[in-house]
């Protein structure tokens, strides 16, 4: 018990020192003097514990310096460690600035007749997905349909929930309508760019970040329109979903 008692008092100024060069401020500069001195610190310290308990420096010195051999096989991991820090750190905020949160934006919503403007009657439905890129510039989209006939055109309009706004974005126009009758089919399905923007100016969309800002704040909505219905028969708005960091 008295051997042990010693051999810990040894060795515990080692470890104090290493876990002190992880954390100080300048440690890259410091850490070789740091070592000289602790590695000194810790003879003196075993030599008087040697005279106080009655050991040989033929006992304690080989411990001493097994500790210190400890210490400078530990430091180069504990650089790295600090080093990882740093770069992780530099990598977060990078991600910060290439999107207001640094996040991935999605979009899931379901397409129904009661979210129009006035509602209207129908069978038909569907679904959107809508993920914005982490660097705000592209869009990527699917829109699916059920149960519908003649759609004649998909857009992204602008305006919040329960309100008519102008078309900003097209997803889905063509001369042949499109028709779902058995069941769900994808209308639609890419990328959009600051290139397909519809500017609106009365509207406050001039430029693709007054679009983004607008998609982002739930006032903008899908809308699928028919030859029956040319305002449209089936609509959701772009809520947000849920945010991933990539």
């Not at 999107?99 to 209207?120: C, K």
């Not at 739930?218 to 305002?231: E, F, K, L, Q, R």
Request: proline fraction near 4%.
């Amino acid at each position: 018990m008295r051997f042990d008692r010693t051999v810990s008092k040894v060795v515990a100024p080692s470890y104090q020192t290493v876990f002190s060069v992880s954390g100080y401020p300048e440690a890259g500069a410091h850490r070789d003097s740091m070592l000289s001195n602790a590695a000194l610190e810790s003879v003196k310290f075993a030599k008087n514990e040697a005279a106080h308990e009655g050991f040989g420096l033929k006992i304690l010195l080989p411990l001493v310096l097994l500790a210190t051999l400890g210490m400078l096989a530990a430091l180069p991991h504990l650089a790295n460690a600090d080093d990882n820090g740093q770069n992780e750190g530099a990598h977060h905020q990078s991600a910060q600035e290439t999107n207001h949160e640094g996040l991935t934006i999605r979009f899931h919503i379901r397409l129904t007749g009661d979210q129009q403007v006035p509602a209207v009657n129908t069978m038909a439905f569907g679904f959107a997905e809508v993920q914005l890129s982490e660097d705000n510039n592209t869009l990527s989209f699917e829109v699916v349909v059920c149960n519908i006939v003649n759609v004649i055109a998909s857009h992204i309009h602008i305006g919040a929930a329960g309100t008519n706004g102008p078309v900003v974005l097209p997803f889905f126009g063509s001369p042949t309508p499109f028709n779902s009758t058995r069941g769900c089919d994808t209308l639609a399905e890419g990328t959009r760019t600051s290139a397909n923007l519809v500017a609106r100016p009365e509207a406050g969309i001039n430029t693709w970040t007054d679009f983004i800002n607008a998609l982002i704040a739930g006032n903008t909505y899908v809308n699928v329109h028919t030859t029956a219905h040319t305002g449209g028969e089936i609509r959701g708005q772009l809520v947000r979903e849920q945010d991933d960091q990539d």
